[in-house]
């Protein structure tokens, strides 16, 4: 994918504040600090279009990166153990489930797990939501430079089984440092949002 634009378009808390241009959309879900910003960073070859952060919790409202005037890059909100009030996590909570539930260009949600770990509580529930409400999932394996390829061939089944992946659902090794499975989950957005470039 030949990258000529890709900035924000908007920060929105407000279903009111969303976007009326109509592109279809890919939102990145998954718990705070397993590196949303850092994967659209990657995908759209930028250092800082969303901004990343060591500190969970960075990203507290929905944000919208217009991508050569025919998508939408749509990063969530982290769910998890992100350092902040249980009313800001419910408003947080209420605020994805708006969103993935009543936005009807939302074409696939990228949901990104940690390689290094077993899919939490919090990844497992999201998965089964996805699944329930017909959407489209892709899951991202992150940080995949971080273990040795034996590792990675130990982690790989263990998180498939842990989420109960069938055949049809796609599962994507990535790294936003060695850029690994850039191309392929491109591939998969461009082929979702009816995109041919």
Known sequence: MIIRKAEIECVAALKSQYPTKGYPEVAFAGRSNV?????INALVNRKALARTSSKPGK?????????????????LPGYGYAQVSKEEKKKWGAM???????????????LLVDIRHEPTQDDKLMLEW???????????ATKSDKLSNNQLMKQVPLIKKSLKLTEEESFVLFSSETKRGKDELWEIIKNECGISE
């Not at 590196?35 to 994967?39: E, M, P, R």
């Not at 708006?98 to 696939?108: A, F, V, W």
């Not at 996805?130 to 991202?140: A, E, H, L």
């Open 35 to 39: 590196g949303k910003s850092s994967l």
């Open 59 to 75: 990203t507290r409202t929905i944000n919208f990166y217009n991508i050569n005037d025919a998508l939408f890059l749509v990063d």
């Open 96 to 110: 994805i489930e708006g969103y993935l539930n009543g936005r009807d260009e939302l074409r696939l949600v990228i």
């Open 130 to 140: 996805m699944r329930q409400t017909g959407k489209k999932v892709v899951v991202v």
